[in-house]
């Protein structure tokens, strides 16, 4: 899909990353383009995929929620009921904000977001570590963050 995209359809793409609730109007208008072609294009971004949803980014730290931790995982098996069953249950926890399964010595990457110290350790001792197919985890905090964003790097990638 990534290889059909116009040089328009990018340019879409790069302003709704800054800020979906721009109209459509505007973006025609910062791209030269008519509104309509442009409404279209933004719908077909949608409907293939390539646009998954519009959403909210909210501020953790206005929210207070201050700790960020990324786990390091090992499973007692990794047979495939093993990890079908960690990452239906992982799912679950809204603490957890991202997950993905890793090369190398470890199975899995949690990024995990919490209000405070405490509540992280209660997040492990009574969530992770009373899962029977978790064999090995360690914690990563983040201390100051230097980068955050959602914006896919769409000049470098297509």
Not at 32 to 46: A, F, K, M, V, Y
Request: aromatic letters at 6%; one cysteine or more.
């Amino acid at each position: 899909m990534t290889e059909l995209l116009a040089k328009q359809d990018v340019e879409i793409l790069k302003l709704l990353q800054k800020d979906a609730t721009t109209s459509t109007a505007a973006i025609a208008e910062k791209i030269n383009l008519s509104q309509s072609p442009c409404w279209r294009r933004i719908n077909r971004l949608e409907e293939e995929g390539v646009i998954k949803r519009k959403v909210a980014l909210l501020d953790r730290a206005a929210l207070g929620m201050d700790v960020v931790v990324f786990a390091t995982i090992n499973l007692t098996s990794t047979g495939r009921q093993n990890l079908i069953e960690f990452e239906q249950a992982i799912v679950d926890h809204p603490e957890v904000t991202e997950c993905y399964t890793m090369t190398g010595i470890w199975d899995y990457m949690l990024k995990i977001v919490t209000r405070d110290i405490r509540h992280y350790e209660e997040f492990v001792r009574n969530t992770l570590t009373a899962s029977p197919s978790i064999r090995e985890l360690h914690s990563h905090m983040a201390v100051t963050e230097i980068k955050n964003t959602t914006e896919l790097p769409l000049d470098t990638q297509l």
